[in-house]
């Protein structure tokens, strides 16, 4: 892919979400390359994407990659399972710029970790019924067991900062029965809001469960791409901005939280 001719290892990389949760996916991404400059996106004023049509979803994605096409990336992180899912295809052929999205590298590393090959996902309905997780790893390996389950709830949850209320206990009970007595011993976090519950998750399954986040996939990912198109920063020292559709000052405050860093420059679009 030949990119647009302003682009070089200066260039920042481009991330957006529907909300907090593709924080989990900056943090992890930030570890990895922290010479990178970065743009993040938070579609708040449309979350949870999860429970939005496909076509919804398409829409709000290609306004926010045009969005951060125009502040130069060099490469965009569709930090979303459910835009994933559904947009990613249809954006990278629209595109003359490298776009990532987050369900491959998670699958590349759950069927490497499970050793009963029985491999379950959590995820939005958005994702879940898409089967795109079943059916990538399926593509591997069509002896894999592999359990869905949509975990409507869960993004609301997060995104009011009640991650340790007795309402998500609860509801993680109910949603993760399933999974209790099977033989899954590999998990899927399919959604980049999942990584902050997964202390919580921890309390109701068993502990031979391992757990799955794309974060640190895509990373590795991203990082091998740019090193071999010559276009990994190593002078900068890792500015990030921030953009939100919808209330700043709770993302401000919430995704600190996210990052375990305090976030003071969250810009209203």
Not at 119 to 129: L, P, R, S
Not at 175 to 202: E, F, R
Request: hydrophobic residues 40%; negative net charge; aromatic residues 8%.
């Amino acid at each position: 892919m030949r990119l647009p001719s302003l682009i070089n290892s200066t260039s920042p990389i481009g991330i957006f979400d529907s909300g907090l949760g593709g924080l989990t996916v900056l943090k992890k991404i930030q570890s990895l390359l922290p010479n990178e400059d970065y743009i993040y996106f938070g579609d708040t004023v449309h979350l949870p994407y999860g429970s939005k049509s496909n076509d919804c979803i398409i829409e709000y994605s290609e306004k926010i990659v045009n969005f951060l096409i125009s502040k130069n990336v060099k490469a965009i992180i569709i930090a979303c399972n459910s835009a994933s899912s559904v947009a990613k295809d249809k954006i990278q052929n629209e595109y003359n710029i490298p776009i990532f999205e987050v369900i491959s590298p998670a699958v590349e590393e759950a069927t490497k970790a499970t050793k009963s090959n029985s491999i379950g996902i959590i995820g939005t309905e958005t994702t879940i019924n898409s089967r795109v997780y079943s059916n990538k790893i399926l593509a591997n390996n069509e002896n894999f067991h592999v359990m869905e389950i949509a975990c409507p709830l869960l993004v609301p949850i997060i995104e009011e900062g009640l991650e340790d209320s007795r309402i998500l206990d609860e509801i993680t009970k109910l949603y993760l029965a399933p999974v209790i007595n099977s033989k899954i011993d590999t998990l899927i976090l399919g959604c980049t809001h999942y990584p902050i519950i997964k202390k919580q998750l921890t309390r109701v399954l068993p502990d031979k469960i391992q757990y799955i986040t794309s974060g640190e996939p895509v990373g590795r990912w991203l990082k091998e791409y740019l090193i071999e198109n010559n276009i990994l920063n190593t002078l900068n020292n890792g500015v990030i901005e921030f953009y939100v559709s919808d209330a700043p000052r709770k993302f401000q405050e919430l995704g600190s939280k996210f990052l375990n860093n305090k976030i003071t420059n969250v810009q209203l679009v």
